[in-house]
């Protein structure tokens, strides 16, 4: 499983980026996808999450700013970000999980670096 993401720059504040996780295979195979982020000297926090039967949720910070959508033709999920704050400032790494037989698996991408300045 491999998951490529991508997207992330320098914008100022009040800007928009896009940022896209391409799946090495169909993303209907997952149970859900997710967008988390961690900013330097925090944690990992979860932005976005969408499920396989299309429902999202959001993390209270970004709600009405954020929003996560997947394109199930080209196995692709993105996140749209708008009014964009220097607090949302992070790495953006997108997230996989699978339940199979009972066992959880979780998947990760390599991370994406956005940066909110003027």
């Known amino acids: 499983v491999q998951l490529q993401a991508s997207g992330g720059g320098l914008v100022q504040p009040g800007g928009s980026l896009r940022l896209s996780c391409a799946a090495s295979?169909?993303?209907?195979?997952?149970?859900?996808m997710a967008w988390y982020r961690q900013a330097p000297g925090k944690q990992r926090e979860l932005v976005a999450e969408?499920?396989?039967?299309?429902?999202?949720n959001y993390a209270d910070s970004v709600k009405g700013r954020f929003t996560m959508s997947r394109d199930n033709t080209a196995n692709t999920v993105h996140l749209q970000m708008n009014s964009l704050k220097p607090e949302d400032t992070a790495v953006y790494y997108c997230?996989?999980?699978?339940?199979?037989?009972?066992?959880?698996?979780?998947?990760w991408g390599q991370g994406t670096l956005v940066t909110v300045s003027s």
């Open positions: 997230n996989a999980k699978r339940v199979v037989v009972g066992t959880p698996f979780t998947y």
């Open positions: 969408i499920t396989y039967g299309g429902s999202t």
């Open positions: 295979g169909s993303i209907l195979g997952y149970n859900a």
